[in-house]
T-cell receptor
Framework: EAGVTQFPSHSVIEKGQTVTLRCDPI?????LYWYRRVMGKEIKFLLH????????ESGMPNNRFLAERTGGTYSTLKVQPAELEDSGVYFC???????????FGQGTRLTVV | GENVEQHPSTLSVQEGDSAVIKCTYS??????FPWYKQELGKGPQLIID?????GEKKDQRIAVTLNKTAKHFSLHITETQPEDSAVYFC???????????FGKGTTLSVSS
């Protein structure tokens, strides 16, 4: 069974540009989460989808971040325009139930210069 | 909301020694506490979890203890091996019960 996959693995963009991260969860997992880890800090929650609906987006830092999960399958996280402080590793995770094991992707390392 | 504190931030042990990582949480309603291991270049991977209805759980060399009264839980690794070297994260489910809130991580180094 394929795990959670994220694309790209690395992205280097200039301040002001747009970047779109993609996450393919494990097939059949209704719950999909986005997290971000800034260097040396904790993994911080961004938002949670249940199927195609946003269950909780309280962790989204500001309106430059837009997440979608059309059709309840893969998800995208767009940052527009990117700022220096957006640099970090963005993780996607999926689970069957909220309190069951969450499986993480390998992450996308975003560097804004 | 839920807040999770994790200590220490770094831990160095000799192969064969035990390692203990401790976490505290703020929300007494939290009821699920997983531990994740992150190796270089990979995403976090669940290694053990515990729910609030038990006080201890063990899986081979790894054990987790939970003290609900004190609101803290700990990861114990016995007979450490070099391949245990990684970043370990504790987590607790948040108040809404929808997302995991993570500690800042502990970088464990096991030297042979």
């Amino acid at each position: 069974e394929a795990g959670v996959t994220q694309f790209p693995s690395h992205s280097v963009i200039e301040k002001g540009q747009t970047v779109t991260l993609r996450c393919d969860p494990i097939s059949g997992h209704d719950n999909l989460y986005w997290y971000r880890r800034v260097m040396g800090k904790e993994i911080k929650f961004l938002l949670h989808f249940v199927k195609e609906s946003k269950q909780d987006e309280s962790g989204m830092p500001n309106n430059r971040f837009l997440a979608e999960r059309t059709g309840g399958t893969y998800s995208t996280l767009k940052v527009q325009p990117a700022e220096l402080e957006d640099s970090g590793v963005y993780f996607c995770a999926s689970s069957q139930a909220i309190t069951s094991e969450a499986f993480f992707g390998q992450g996308t390392r975003l560097t804004v210069v | 909301g839920e807040n999770v504190e994790q200590h220490p931030s770094t831990l160095s042990v000799q192969e064969g020694d035990s390692a203990v990582i401790k976490c505290t949480y703020s929300d007494s309603a939290s009821n699920y506490f997983p531990w994740y291991k992150q190796e270089l270049g990979k995403g976090p991977q669940l290694i053990i979890d515990i729910r609030s209805n038990v006080g201890e759980k063990k899986d081979q060399r790894i054990a987790v203890t939970l003290n609900k009264t004190a609101k803290h839980f700990s990861l114990h690794i016995t007979e450490t091996q070099p391949e245990d070297s990684a970043v370990y994260f504790c987590a607790a489910i948040d108040q809404a019960g929808t997302a995991l809130i993570f500690g800042k991580g502990t970088t464990l180094s096991v030297s042979s």
